[in-house]
Structures are given as structure tokens and as C-alpha cells.
């Protein structure tokens, strides 16, 4: 058997080494697992310790009862159709389009007003005056209603435009713009 010569121990070792260095180094700072580690957060927790209890004897901590804040409880006009109302829980101003399902020129109307909505940001909801509940609803809260309208309404149920008959998508997205808060 052949001996290894002192010096090629040494730059066996040194290879080596080095190799264990790369390798280490690669995991530490190179590895995509810890890049995107969040921070190690720490959490100190008092016990409490019983009087009664020898001064060793120390008591289970109590869960910490996490309280969210809850939103703010909006307050819609309950005289509003239901579609309306609901779509209000969902944003400040909706555009709400008055139609009849089977009424010539009221599909366009809607296809415009749910253009404007989505070009101004905000809500959209249909209400069908065929519907006798959302008509009469509808009779409480404008005055002279017809079919194809749109209705831009603000939180709580405020009408603040009213726009009689087909109207492109353009002039709804800016009556809805001028109308958000």
C-alpha cells in the first residue's frame, strides 16, 4: 500500500475544507427558504403566582382573548330594495338601473350602466320594476321613476342622480365619479 505524502494531506484538507465552507455558506445565505422567512418574533408571558400557593407553584397562563375591531355597523335606509341594499353594503356609491326584462332598448341600457359602474369604481345593481316589491320600493323613493333609468345612490340610501332613459356608459362612469366621496 502507498503512502499519502504529508503534503498531499494537506491540500486533501484544505480541498475539503473548502468544500464544506461553499456548502455551508450555500444553505446560510443562498438558499431560497430563507429568503423569504419572516421574522422570528418572541413573546414574553408573566405567570401569575397564587398567595395561597407555595411561592414555587406558579399558575397556567390564561389565554389572551384577541379582540377585533369590528366595523362600523352601517345604517341603509330600510325603505331601499333589497338588490340596492345589498349592494350599498359593498360600496359607498352604487349605480342602480331601473328595467323590464322583456322592454325593447333596456338590455343596452344595462350593458351601459354596468360599463359606467365598473369604469368609475363602484357598485352596480340591477332592480327589475316588473318585480312588484322593488316597485313599490322603488315609488317611495323616486318620484317618477321609469324603465330604462339609472340611479346613482350614495350611503345610506340617498338618490343622488337620477337619469331617465339610455345613457352610455361614459356619462354613467362620470355622474358616478362626480358622485363618490
Same mark, same amino acid.
Given at each position: 500500500?502507498?503512502?499519502?505524502?504529508?503534503r498531499m494531506r494537506i491540500?486533501?484538507?484544505?480541498?475539503?475544507?473548502?468544500?464544506?465552507?461553499? #456548502?455551508?455558506?450555500? +444553505?446560510?445565505?443562498?438558499?431560497? /427558504?430563507?429568503? &423569504?422567512?419572516?421574522?422570528?418574533? !418572541?413573546? *414574553?408571558?408573566?405567570? !401569575? @403566582? *397564587? *398567595?395561597?400557593?407555595?411561592?414555587?407553584?406558579? &399558575?397556567?397562563?390564561?389565554?389572551?382573548?384577541?379582540?377585533?375591531?369590528?366595523?362600523?355597523?352601517? *345604517?341603509? =335606509?330600510?325603505?331601499?330594495?333589497?338588490?340596492?341594499?345589498?349592494?350599498?353594503?359593498?360600496? %359607498?356609491?352604487? @349605480?342602480? @338601473? +331601473?328595467?323590464?326584462?322583456?322592454?325593447?332598448? =333596456?338590455?343596452?341600457?344595462?350593458?351601459?350602466?354596468?360599463?359606467?359602474?365598473?369604469?368609475? /369604481?363602484?357598485?352596480?345593481?340591477? +332592480?327589475?320594476?316588473?318585480?312588484?316589491? !322593488?316597485? %313599490?320600493?322603488?315609488?317611495?323613493?323616486?318620484?317618477?321613476?321609469? =324603465?330604462?333609468?339609472?340611479?346613482? #345612490?350614495?350611503?345610506?340610501?340617498?338618490?343622488?342622480?337620477?337619469?331617465?332613459?339610455?345613457? =352610455?356608459?361614459?356619462?354613467?362612469?362620470?355622474?358616478?365619479?362626480?358622485? /363618490?366621496?
Amino acid at each position: 500500500m502507498s503512502r499519502i505524502s504529508p503534503r498531499m494531506r494537506i491540500f486533501a484538507f484544505a480541498g475539503l475544507g473548502l468544500v464544506v465552507l461553499l #456548502v455551508a455558506f450555500q +444553505l446560510l445565505f443562498l438558499s431560497p /427558504h430563507n429568503q &423569504a422567512r419572516p421574522p422570528l418574533v !418572541i413573546v *414574553h408571558h408573566k405567570a !401569575i @403566582v *397564587h *398567595h395561597r400557593s407555595s411561592p414555587t407553584h406558579k &399558575a397556567p397562563a390564561k389565554p389572551i382573548k384577541r379582540v377585533r375591531p369590528s366595523a362600523p355597523k352601517l *345604517h341603509l =335606509d330600510l325603505t331601499l330594495p333589497a338588490p340596492l341594499r345589498k349592494a350599498l353594503l359593498h360600496s %359607498r356609491v352604487v @349605480v342602480a @338601473v +331601473l328595467y323590464a326584462p322583456d322592454a325593447p332598448g =333596456d338590455a343596452d341600457a344595462v350593458t351601459e350602466a354596468r360599463a359606467g359602474a365598473k369604469a368609475a /369604481h363602484v357598485g352596480f345593481t340591477m +332592480l327589475n320594476v316588473r318585480n312588484e316589491a !322593488i316597485a %313599490r320600493a322603488l315609488a317611495r323613493q323616486v318620484a317618477g321613476a321609469s =324603465d330604462p333609468a339609472v340611479l346613482v #345612490v350614495r350611503r345610506p340610501g340617498t338618490v343622488a342622480l337620477k337619469l331617465d332613459g339610455y345613457v =352610455d356608459a361614459a356619462v354613467v362612469a362620470q355622474a358616478a365619479a362626480n358622485t /363618490h366621496p
